[in-house]
């Protein structure tokens, strides 16, 4: 069983920066790839990056490519997302990810078996 808490959410400007974390327990986290999503209120959960157990990975949707940065410490359990230049599009509430099985990172929701509670980000104009 594999657990993850996620933080670091809030009100931001646009232009500004915020960094979620997500801290796991179990196991297997660090041979599992981790995944970021996101919900927008009335649209469908989103990919936002992944990462595999090395951090050699590292697929980002187009959105935020070149904007955010995902990484990880294994030796903390934790993975990170690095959110700069941010936009109001970018308000959400943020999900933290993990597959159950081994594998490369993948980008649709259906391949992650864990989930955090998710945590709130919210970038004003």
């Known amino acids: 069983q594999v657990y993850l808490v996620e933080s670091g959410g809030g009100l931001v400007q646009a232009g500004g920066s915020l960094s979620l974390s997500c801290a796991a327990s179990?196991?297997?986290?660090?041979?599992?790839?981790m995944g970021w999503f996101r919900q927008a209120p009335g649209k469908e959960r989103e990919f936002v990056s992944a990462?595999?157990?090395?951090?050699?990975?590292?697929p980002y949707a187009d959105s935020v490519k070149g904007r955010f940065t995902i990484s990880r410490d294994n030796a903390k359990n934790t993975v990170y997302l690095q959110m700069n230049n941010m936009k109001p599009e970018d308000t959400a509430v943020y999900y933290c990810a993990a597959r159950g099985t081994l594998g490369p990172p993948q980008t649709h929701l259906s391949e992650y078996y864990y989930w955090g509670q998710g945590t709130q980000v919210t970038v004003s104009s």
């Open positions: 990462i595999s157990w090395s951090g050699a990975n590292t």
């Open positions: 179990g196991r297997i986290f660090s041979t599992v790839a």
